[in-house]
Nanobody, 129 residues
Framework: QVQLVESGGGLVQAGDSLRLSCAAS????????IGWFRQGPGKEREFVAAINVRNWNGISTYYADSVKGRFTISRDNAKNTVYLQMNSLKPEDTAAYSCALDLVWRPTMSAVSGNYKYWGQGTQVTVSS
């Protein structure tokens, strides 16, 4: 079993920054990718970013076009934690942000939420204009 706990959300103004954390515990050694997803009010869940969690071939990341250049995903394997640094936040970034684990090796990282098996409870990010 795997547990994921997100933290770092809050209320900020447009242009501000936040760093979200996703702490994983339990049987995480079978994991290949950790992804961040978000769901805004009245919207469907959408992919934000992903990072591989194995060290076989270096660090790989994948971003949604809407956050590319503003958000950075990173990992600290010693702490079993993945971070999402969010800069230049916009009101449209307002959402509940969740991290999730993909346990299946894939040739490319997935942006499909259904491919991620374990999910955290989420942390709310609200960006005011």
């Amino acid at each position: 079993q795997v547990q994921l706990v997100e933290s770092g959300g809050g209320l900020v103004q447009a242009g501000d920054s936040l760093r979200l954390s996703c702490a994983a515990s339990g049987r995480t050694t079978s994991s290949y990718v950790i992804g961040w997803f978000r769901q805004g009010p009245g919207k469907e869940r959408e992919f934000v970013a992903a990072i591989n969690v194995r060290n076989w071939n270096g660090i790989s990341t994948y971003y949604a076009d809407s956050v590319k250049g503003r958000f950075t995903i990173s990992r600290d394997n010693a702490k079993n934690t993945v971070y999402l640094q969010m800069n230049s936040l916009k009101p449209e970034d307002t959402a509940a942000y969740s991290c999730a684990l993909d346990l299946v090796w894939r040739p490319t990282m997935s942006a499909v939420s259904g491919n991620y098996k374990y999910w955290g409870q989420g942390t709310q990010v609200t960006v005011s204009s």
